[in-house]
């Protein structure tokens, strides 16, 4: 995957080039994620607590009515690997994954395929971590690029 391939697939351009790099970098690696440098690890962990606090402010507006217990848990099941791994596939960053990695991961190719036959597959097999963590580090190097930018995340998930 290239740089310019993914600013296009997300509509966002960078200001901080290394971030994608590193994203790029990581997808490009190898579908196991294993030789993930601390940055690709940093962007991941950041990636899923902004996802986090993105729905819980969509929630919380849509919502007003539900309860902090009853907030946690849609959180929580719109965050899921589940989610996030359906997320990836829906919007291709798994093709590129697929294309880019030295050893494509047979699991990863079975859930995209019946993600693409119908999304009610996807709670019929295990899902791939490393989708939902893709998902996650994009979103981390969007959130870290954007100042730390809520709302520009905000838009650009949504």
Same mark, same amino acid.
């Given at each position: 995957?290239?740089?310019?391939?993914?600013?296009?697939?997300?509509?966002?351009?960078? !200001?901080? /080039?290394? @971030?994608?790099?590193?994203?790029?970098?990581?997808?490009?690696?190898s579908s196991s994620f294993s030789s993930k440098t601390s940055q690709q690890e940093r962007l991941k962990f950041i990636g899923h607590e902004a996802l986090g606090h993105v729905f819980i402010k969509?929630?919380?507006? !849509?919502? /007003?009515? @539900?309860?902090p217990r009853e907030l946690s848990l849609f959180r929580a099941a719109n965050t899921s690997t589940e989610k996030l791994a359906?997320?990836?596939?829906k919007h291709g960053f798994c093709v590129f994954l697929l294309q880019n990695s030295p050893t494509p991961d047979d699991k990863v190719s079975e859930f995209i395929d019946a993600i693409n036959e119908s999304p009610d597959n996807a709670c019929l097999m295990k899902t791939p971590k490393v989708l939902a963590d893709m998902v996650e580090s994009i979103v981390g190097a969007v959130y870290v690029d954007t100042g730390y930018n809520l709302e520009i995340l905000w838009n650009l998930l949504f």
């Open positions: 995957m290239e740089v310019k391939e993914l600013e296009k697939l997300l509509r966002y351009r960078f !200001r901080d /080039p290394q @971030l994608v790099k590193d994203v790029v970098q990581l997808i490009n690696s969509l929630l919380f507006k !849509r919502f /007003p009515s @539900l309860t359906m997320i990836a596939v």
